[in-house]
């Protein structure tokens, strides 16, 4: 547990490896997300020259994509017991409303991460499947018969405009509305005051498991 | 044979991923070539022409599906027309349904539409489907979009092609290569009018002959096709390896609702934030308060 400058305690929140794991994603995912919308809609093939012209983003969309599936992979391994839904879940969905609105502080009582991030962590990992087994038939469209390669696009596109639609939703809640969040990405760390605003089960958990972090 | 048309012919009627083309305004008559396959006797002059206008070479002759007189078993990226020598067995006796295969040059093209690659794909207003190879990107969403098969991709190259219709000689005045070929005039080549009536007259005597299912092939879910058959037996065009009714209502929902329900969604996606913003703002952590921290 490191501490500030002032004698507070910093609570480590994502580990070295959690962030190298959550930032590769990132990139990988932006890549994929933007290469994937220049072949979308043509008024977004001015992408395609932004990342090296249109055979260029042919050829690396799909292997990028495969290096953001292996990330992710990592981070399904790494967080799977955080990410759980528990019994807990159902009063943070009962107050929903209030989560939205900013009265967070009955929602507040939430573990590592709240039912929002839950959600949000497994509508991605779900859609990074379907972009997978979707994504394969339109790399290799002569290994599929055209049945399958239809219903390839139609489920690429459905999943990829889902977890776009998500990600929106998660750089929005992480960048504009908690602040510190994107500092507990970036450099590891939370106050104990953040801690306690946001996953106050996770904090208590915290202390009762490592007493000297108590000050 | 006299020109059919005149070099204007190219004028340009739609290109791929540029929905606002601008089209000419010459009024340049539509081409139509025609190819009747109860005349066609499988010499393959028209492969030898195909081959020999385009410069193509076949890397390797592969091996043939078993007992058939086919040069290949399937289109190749440099093989953009094959006789099919399609087998049938009626009546106790062999039926060869041989079929001239190639680019169909559809009025509602899935290829173009489905390609994503602007300037990839043209057409123009003679009805002439053209790939441009410099703006192709490899992707083969066209394959997916063509009802009939066609676009091949070279592995060498990574770009897709495909039967052009001569679209160099019919620029010149010319007639395809492979019509000029036809020792017995099983393809034509004209306007789009003539053809149609030609075909029309060919499946009257083919009906007086005795052959009742004679027709015409043009389907019309791709909106008529610029290559047109006479085929003997029209009630069966899976007999000639010909599928019975292509469309592209796949391409078209790919194309049109699945992209604006995407728009919608980045869109809405993007406005929601920012109004959320505006109305709730970000939640501060009062960071001075650290005397209330529960333990
Ligand atoms: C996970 C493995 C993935 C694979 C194997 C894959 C593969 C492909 C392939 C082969 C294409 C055809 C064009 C090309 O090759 O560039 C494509 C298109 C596309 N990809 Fe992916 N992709 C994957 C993940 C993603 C992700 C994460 C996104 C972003 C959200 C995405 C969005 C798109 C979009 C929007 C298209 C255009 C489809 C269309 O125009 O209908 N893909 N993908
Ligand atoms: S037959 Fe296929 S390649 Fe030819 S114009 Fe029609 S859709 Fe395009």
């Given at each position: 547990m490191?501490?500030r400058a002032d004698?507070?305690?910093?609570i480590v ?15 990988t995912?932006?890549y994929?997300?933007?290469t994937?919308l220049?072949?979308f ?5 001015w992408l395609a020259?932004v990342f ?24 399904l391994v790494?967080?799977?017991k955080d990410?759980?839904v528990d019994?807990?879940?159902?009063r ?8 939205v ?6 929602v ?5 991460f ?7 962590f497994?509508?991605q ?19 599929f018969d055209?049945?399958?390669?239809q219903?390839g696009?139609?489920v ?12 929106i ?23 104990a005051?953040w801690?306690e ?6 904090l208590?958990a ?10 | 044979?006299?020109p059919?048309?005149?070099a204007s012919?190219l004028?340009?009627k739609a ?11 010459k009024?340049?008559?539509e081409l139509?070539k025609?190819?009747?396959v109860?005349?066609?006797?499988g010499?393959?002059a028209?492969?030898v ?7 193509l ?10 007992q058939t007189?086919?040069?290949l078993?399937?289109?190749?990226y440099n093989?953009?027309q094959l006789?099919k020598?399609?087998e ?6 062999l039926?060869w349904?041989l079929t001239?295969?190639?680019c ?13 690659a602007?300037?990839a794909?043209v057409?123009?207003?003679?009805g002439?489907?053209?790939?441009v190879q ?14 009939f098969?066609?676009?091949r ?7 897709v092609?495909?039967?052009t ?14 019509v ?10 004209g306007?789009r ?7 029309q007259?060919?499946?009257a005597?083919?009906?007086a ?6 027709a ?8 008529g096709?610029h290559v047109?058959?006479v ?13 019975t ?10 194309k ?8 919608l ?9 920012v109004?959320h913003?505006?109305?709730y703002?970000p939640r501060e ?6 005397d209330?921290?529960?333990?």
């Amino acid at each position: 547990m490191a501490q500030r400058a002032d004698g507070r305690n910093l609570i480590v929140r994502y580990p070295m490896i959690d962030r190298v794991v959550h930032w590769t994603i990132a990139g990988t995912f932006v890549y994929v997300m933007l290469t994937g919308l220049a072949l979308f809609s043509p008024p977004f093939f001015w992408l395609a020259d932004v990342f090296g012209g249109g055979p260029v983003i042919r050829y690396w969309h799909p292997i990028i994509a495969l290096v953001f599936l292996a990330a992710l992979a990592v981070l399904l391994v790494r967080w799977f017991k955080d990410m759980k839904v528990d019994a807990d879940d159902r009063r943070w969905i009962g107050h929903f409303r209030e989560f939205v609105t900013g009265d967070e502080k009955v929602v507040a009582d939430a573990g590592r991460f709240n039912f929002g991030q839950k959600a949000l962590f497994w509508v991605q990992s779900a859609s990074a499947v379907l972009l997978l087994l979707s994504g394969v038939t339109l790399w290799f469209p002569r290994s599929f018969d055209v049945g399958l390669r239809q219903a390839g696009f139609i489920v690429h596109d459905l999943s990829a405009i889902v977890a776009i639609g998500a990600l929106i939703v998660h750089i929005y809640m992480g960048v504009f509305v908690t602040p510190g969040s994107v500092k507990a990405m970036t450099q590891g760390t939370v106050s104990a005051r953040w801690a306690e605003a946001h996953h106050a089960r996770w904090l208590k958990a915290l202390r009762s498991a490592t007493p000297q972090a108590r000050h | 044979m006299s020109p059919v048309t005149s070099a204007s012919a190219l004028q340009v009627k739609a290109v791929s991923a540029s929905p606002h083309t601008a089209t000419g305004i010459k009024d340049v008559p539509e081409l139509t070539k025609m190819i009747d396959v109860s005349v066609c006797i499988g010499c393959k002059a028209c492969e030898v022409a195909c081959q020999e206008w385009n410069d193509l070479k076949v890397d390797e002759i592969r091996e043939s599906p078993p007992q058939t007189y086919q040069t290949l078993p399937d289109l190749e990226y440099n093989f953009w027309q094959l006789i099919k020598f399609n087998e049938t067995e009626r009546d106790g006796r062999l039926l060869w349904t041989l079929t001239k295969y190639q680019c169909m040059h559809c009025e509602d093209p899935g290829c173009l539409k489905a390609c994503p690659a602007p300037g990839a794909i043209v057409q123009y207003s003679n009805g002439i489907v053209d790939f441009v190879q410099e703006n192709c990107i490899g992707c083969q969403f066209c394959v997916t979009g063509c009802p009939f098969d066609v676009p091949r991709i070279s592995p060498t190259t990574g770009k897709v092609y495909k039967c052009t219709l001569c679209s160099d000689r019919v620029s010149a005045g010319l007639e395809p290569a492979c019509v000029k070929s036809c020792p017995t005039n099983a393809i034509s080549f004209g306007t789009r009018e003539k053809m149609l009536a030609q075909a029309q007259g060919r499946v009257a005597q083919l009906t007086a002959d005795g052959l009742d299912h004679a027709a015409v092939y043009n389907p019309s879910g791709v909106g008529g096709t610029h290559v047109i058959y006479v085929l003997p037996h029209g009630d069966e065009t899976s007999l000639y390896g010909l599928p019975t009714n292509p469309k592209v209502t796949f391409v078209n929902l790919w194309k049109g609702p699945l992209k604006w329900l995407g728009n919608l969604v980045f869109a809405g996606g993007i406005v929601g934030v920012v109004l959320h913003y505006l109305r709730y703002g970000p939640r501060e952590v009062d960071e001075s308060r650290h005397d209330d921290v529960k333990h």
